[in-house]
């Protein structure tokens, strides 16, 4: 007999629907015996293997993928018992791969909770800068390229609207914490309420003062139940930092408190003793004589890494050289980091910055150009070397004064150091060249005189007093060493400010205006606050450059009349002197012979910048030599001059002589004919005008038109993608290796990102069976803006 009409059609529909209910039940029963394994691990037995842990397939395969086979010791001894759902404490040496002793438990916790896309955000990871969140997220893009999880990085740099339209539907973020509570302030749609994990990287760093006000608002936005883990190298303890986030009875697994050192077997670390005066000239002599090597030279602030890297940059060594510091826009930040990634040898000078977390490969030296506030950060620094099982080369340069107490201090924290000395046939001198350089240029000297003010600074905040002794450090010699003509003078204020900030961690007063995420947008807000209102243009031109920092030697030049130029020393001083007004005020004195900026006197008061009066007092300015120039702001209205051909300057209209214009006619008639053809002259330079004008309006009207239809055109190229490109998202949904697997998360497929999701697995699949026939390599980030693309592409 026929089979009925229809019945055809259905068998298969029937088939498919069977083998789909059967692979959806073998994912389950794949789940539930992966639940089973976790929670049957024994704690007490080493787990060696990736391949031992109770560990998904998808993770599993992401590991392989990176090549990742051996747990490393913190790895082994945190992930089971993070894997249980525990609250872990983690210490473990730099470049001992803490990173994936998280990573793979936030995976798995989330993959076991069968987290989809609906239940919002699942695990939040802090970091204290930008470039280590971006790490983190690469290294979450590796491992977990096979999940279906939104993962997103949330660190500042783009428009806060932006971010706020993709973080609604993040599984997994990676942030900085002020961009993260600025979120959480501001974004209606964006819910913490399910959060199940929270990471802290480098917890010691995210739970000191710089950051406390913005931890424990964010806190006060996250559930109390969750797993919480905090890793670093120099971990804390500290009872009132654990209650702050609420852990229970976390796991404090701390592989090498046992150690003899707590820095890597693999690192040789070394001290010089070298004169605050002599140590450029060091740093130099170093480099000189290692050319092919990479380098990381750590100094104490922006300005000095700025100075160094610009002088040096001047002076050629025949190596490749970088900087880094926080007031860098985030775009080049990015690019720094993969080129010194990318290089064989190079030098990149760099702030405290750099010092956490930072896993630059085959890095050979880390130089500490300044002292490092205590032992934790010089940890955390010579970490940039001698990462997993690598060798490395530390030498830390100290001024006389600094050797005792730093010593004292790196033994407490079982540092193996010793002390070498220079060869005095390899020493250089580069202080006449800088000299040299600073007279000729004077951008370069006033980087020089920042410089030193900041470095100055960054003594007088240390709270190690022990160690730090400002009155020991031969500061004229310091600034000849910087090419400067003498030491620009600096005032200690005294007051609530001053004790405030000199109570405060160093590192905290440094980082706050390196790094993004410490809170001193209020006091940068009370700054502009206190700005004078009224400021002339001689005051700007004046604060403009090396005004508030000069030194003794210019003082002498000055007209022993002593006339004061007040100008907006102080609070109100532009910004960078805003800046060192912080706590720090610079005695204002005008220079004379100073690169024809150069005037006289002397400030003894800052309030005189502050009053308006200061605005209309009588400027004199001296000149190479020259007689003083007084300027008197009451009385300065401009004249018009022309110039003639022999370079002469003419007032635009100059008296002629009497008898020779009487001798030219009726005086009457002569004006009229004057006035006419003036009046024609204005007539024919404004139908010039207005054609120019019309013209600019032309050319702007058409670029305008370009750039819609550029955007057009780019829009087009992108709806194209939608439906035929190839967007590369870094997770593949688990399970679906072939369309005709049971697709656990159908629903979801269906709508809106779900269609782009299907699309991405089967890109994803072939992008992975190209990579594992090694026909494609991943595609490289290189800019910032193509690993967001990465987090936004995954979102659709
Ligand atoms: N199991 C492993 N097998 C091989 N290499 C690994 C393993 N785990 C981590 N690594 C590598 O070791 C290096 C250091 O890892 P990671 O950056 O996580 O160190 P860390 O402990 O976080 O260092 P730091 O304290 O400086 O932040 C990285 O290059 C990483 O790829």
Redesign the pocket.
């Known amino acids: 007999m026929a089979p009925a009409r229809g019945s055809r059609a259905k068998a298969p529909k029937a088939h498919h629907e069977s083998a789909r209910s059967l692979k959806r039940k073998r994912g389950e029963e794949e789940l539930s015996s992966l639940i089973k394994r976790v929670e049957e691990l024994d704690l007490k037995t080493a787990v060696k293997n990736f391949a031992d842990l109770p560990l998904s397939e998808p993770t599993a395969n992401g590991l392989s993928a990176s090549h990742?086979?051996?747990?490393?010791d913190?790895?082994s001894r945190a992930i089971p018992h993070a894997l249980k759902g525990r609250d872990i404490l983690g210490a473990?040496?730099?470049?001992?791969?803490?990173?994936?002793a998280f990573l793979i438990p936030v995976l798995e916790n989330l993959y076991r909770k069968q987290w989809t896309e609906y239940d919002g955000l699942g695990a939040l990871i802090l970091s204290p800068t930008r470039e280590l969140a971006i790490q983190i997220f690469e290294?979450l893009r590796k491992v977990g390229r096979y999940h279906a999880f939104s993962a997103g990085l949330v660190i500042g740099g783009k428009s806060l609207r932006e971010e706020q339209d993709r973080l609604g539907r993040m599984n997994i973020l990676v942030c900085t914490p002020g961009r993260m509570l600025q979120h959480l302030d501001q974004t209606a749609m964006f819910e913490t309420h399910n959060l199940q994990l929270l990471v802290m990287?480098?917890a010691d760093r995210i739970l000191d003062m710089g950051f406390q006000k913005t931890i424990d608002a964010i806190l006060d936005h996250l559930p109390k139940e969750r797993q919480t883990m905090l890793?670093?190298?120099t971990q804390t303890k500290k009872v009132s930092d654990l209650a702050r986030l609420s852990l229970t009875e976390p796991e404090y697994v701390a592989v090498h408190e046992s150690a003899s050192a707590a820095t890597p077997s693999t690192l040789q670390q070394h001290y010089v003793v070298t004169p605050l005066a002599n140590k450029l000239d060091t740093l130099w002599s170093f480099i000189r004589s290692n050319l092919k090597s990479k380098t990381v030279v750590f100094l104490s602030s922006g300005k000095q890494v700025r100075f160094v890297y610009e002088s040096f940059r001047h002076l050629q060594p025949g190596i490749p050289l970088m900087h880094l510091h926080g007031r860098q826009k985030q775009g080049g930040r990015l690019d720094i980091t993969t080129k010194f990634s990318q290089s064989q040898h190079s030098v990149l000078f760099a702030t405290d910055v750099a010092a956490?977390?930072l896993?630059f490969?085959a890095v050979d030296w880390v130089i500490q150009m300044d002292c490092p506030e205590d032992a934790d950060t010089y940890i955390?620094r010579v970490?940039r070397t001698a990462?997993?099982e690598r060798v490395g080369r530390a030498v830390l340069f100290l001024d006389p004064s600094e050797e005792k107490g730093m010593l004292k201090r790196l033994e407490q924290k079982k540092v193996p150091i010793e002390k070498i000395n220079i060869k005095s046939n390899k020493q250089q001198t580069i202080k006449h060249q800088l000299q040299n350089m600073c007279f000729k240029d004077p951008e370069l000297k006033y980087l020089g005189q920042k410089a030193f003010i900041s470095y100055v600074k960054s003594i007088y905040v240390q709270k190690d007093k022990e160690t730090f002794n400002i009155k020991a450090l031969p500061l004229e010699e310091f600034a000849g060493s910087l090419g400067l003509p003498g030491a620009p003078r600096i005032k200690f204020i005294k007051g609530d400010d001053t004790k405030e900030r000199k109570n405060a961690s160093w590192k905290m007063a440094h980082l706050s205006s390196d790094e993004e995420d410490s809170d001193d947008g209020a006091s940068k807000k009370k700054k502009k606050k206190e700005e004078p209102q009224v400021r002339t243009r001689y005051d700007r031109m004046f604060e403009r450059r090396n005004q508030d920092v000069l030194a003794d030697h210019y003082s002498k030049l000055i007209n022993d009349d002593g006339t004061l130029i007040a100008t907006g020393a102080g609070p109100g001083a532009g910004e960078d002197a805003d800046e060192d007004a912080d706590f720090l005020s610079v005695k204002r004195r005008f220079v004379a012979g100073d690169e024809g900026l150069g005037q006289g006197g002397d400030s003894d008061s800052d309030s005189d910048s502050d009053s308006p009066e200061a605005d209309t007092a009588t400027k004199k300015v001296q000149i190479d030599g020259k007689e003083p120039l007084v300027i008197d702001s009451k009385r300065r209205q401009g004249t018009k001059l022309v110039y003639d051909d022999d370079g002469n300057a003419h007032e635009i209209y100059e008296m002629e002589d009497e008898e020779q214009f009487k001798a030219r006619g009726d005086p009457n008639a002569q004006r009229e004919r004057f006035v006419a053809q003036e009046s024609a002259r204005t007539r024919e330079a404004d139908i010039e005008d207005k054609e120019l004008v019309r013209a600019k309006k032309r050319e702007k009207k058409e670029k305008r038109r370009a750039r819609e239809r550029a955007l057009a055109e780019e829009a087009q190229q992108e709806s194209g993608e939608e439906t035929g490109g190839l967007p590369y998202v870094p997770f593949e949904i688990p399970g679906s290796a072939s369309e005709s697997e049971p697709e656990r998360d159908a629903p979801r497929q269906q709508e809106g990102p779900c269609l782009f999701c299907r699309r991405s697995q089967r890109v994803q699949r072939r992008r992975t069976s190209e990579e594992e026939q090694g026909k494609a390599a991943p595609p490289q980030i290189e800019t910032l803006e193509d690993l967001e693309a990465l987090a936004s592409g995954l979102l659709g």
């Open positions: 990742f086979k051996v747990l490393t913190i790895q473990a040496k730099t470049g001992s791969g803490k990173t994936l290294v990287d480098e890793f670093s190298a956490r977390g896993d490969p955390h970490g990462r997993y």
